[in-house]
């Protein structure tokens, strides 16, 4: 059975990093593209980035772009996140998503929740002084 587990959230100040990891469990991460979503209490399930399964490429929402970066060790079966420059409207709970699409591109409407057949638990980070 296919299980993504997050790992790396907590709380952190205004201004830190924290580097969240989705590690795969039953099955092989590289013929999927990850993408992670956010959802904050109150507000709809935010996709913020994505990444294709090869690697090559990487999409990152508005609001995360220049401050947060995907990336993937196949080998290691675990797809990261590093969050730099956190601010407290970045606090959310946390989730990777997988879906199989084999490439070196993301799939179409990669932030689209709708998009990923798997899900982790989720993670929550928590920015604030």
């Known amino acids: 059975q296919l299980q993504l587990v997050e790992s790396g959230g907590g709380l952190v100040q205004p201004g830190g990093s924290l580097r969240l990891s989705c590690a795969g469990s039953g099955f092989t991460l590289d013929v999927y593209a990850i993408g992670w979503f956010r959802q904050a209490p109150g507000k709809e399930r935010e996709g913020i980035s994505c990444?294709?399964?090869?690697?090559?490429?990487?999409d990152y929402a508005d609001s995360v772009k220049g401050r947060f970066t995907i990336s993937r060790d196949n080998a290691r079966n675990t797809v990261f996140l590093q969050m730099n420059s956190l601010k407290p409207e970045d606090t959310a709970v946390y989730s990777c998503?997988?879906?199989?699409?084999?490439?070196?591109?993301?799939?179409?409407?990669?932030?689209?929740?709708?998009?990923?057949?798997?899900w982790g638990q989720g993670t929550q980070v928590t920015v604030s002084s």
């Open positions: 998503a997988a879906v199989r699409y084999y490439g070196d591109y993301p799939p179409p409407q990669p932030f689209n929740p709708m998009t990923y057949t798997s």
């Open positions: 990444i294709s399964s090869t690697g090559g490429n990487t």
